[in-house]
């Protein structure tokens, strides 16, 4: 069990970025990050509609630089 609270999105985005949760935080620059590219960037999006039940724009998402830029994209 884990020792910490789970969070839906930032495991969710971890499985995009194929890896794990506990490899990346809030401050995770995207841009440092090898799965973050095009292809991540829709499955995100896809994701959030499929998963939260909401819509985000694409622009919104290509002008994160974080994580937690994604993740708040959520709230």
Do not use: C, Y
């Not at 839906?8 to 995770?28: D, V, Y």
């Not at 829709?42 to 909401?54: I, K, L, P, Q, S």
């Amino acid at each position: 069990m884990p020792n910490h609270p789970t969070n839906p999105g930032l495991e969710a985005l971890a499985e995009i970025l194929m890896t794990s949760p506990a490899e990346i935080t809030a401050e995770t620059l995207l841009v440092n990050h090898p799965g973050w590219d095009s292809t991540a960037r829709v499955m995100f999006v896809a994701m959030v509609d499929h998963t939260f039940g909401r819509q985000v724009r694409g622009a919104d998402v290509a002008a994160a630089k974080t994580v937690g830029d994604l993740l708040r994209l959520l709230d």
